[in-house]
């Protein structure tokens, strides 16, 4: 976590080249093969046109050895789950997607404050898209 505290752009920077040039992504093991991102977005409704926008969900990148991508976009007080992964490592992607509503259930059953007991966190009118879809 101190890493956080060094300001070395330059560093990182030069690390990651000396990374590729040396092709030590292809002689060592990934480090971690999974990236979560949490991304604050608008608290208001958003508008385009005079329609409103509904809902918004965020797909990050698959880069290097990541396998699984799972970002998360807060938009209008709910908050929007997108899930990238790699089909040769992760071939049961809709099944982590379908269980994420009980998890957080879960979770907030667990908390102590509950702050967000008011509802519940199944998302409503939600569905499995077929295979052909590709916003999958």
Request: net charge positive.
């Amino acid at each position: 976590m101190e890493w956080a505290d060094v300001s070395m752009p330059g560093g990182v920077s030069l690390a990651g080249k000396l990374w590729t040039w040396m092709h030590l992504s292809e002689r060592l093991p990934p480090i971690f093969n999974l990236l979560i991102s949490n991304v604050p977005g608008p608290p208001i409704p958003l508008y385009a046109g005079g329609a409103r926008l509904v809902a918004c969900y965020p797909m990050g990148p698959l880069v290097g050895n990541i396998a699984l991508n799972v970002t998360v976009l807060s938009y209008d007080g709910r908050v929007g789950f997108g899930l990238l992964g790699c089909p040769e490592v992760i071939p049961g992607l809709w099944e982590i997607a379908e269980r994420i509503p009980a998890a957080l259930d879960e979770l907030l059953a667990a908390s102590a404050g509950g702050s967000m007991r008011g509802g519940t966190t199944k998302a409503r009118g939600a569905r499995r898209r077929g295979r052909g879809d590709a916003r999958r």
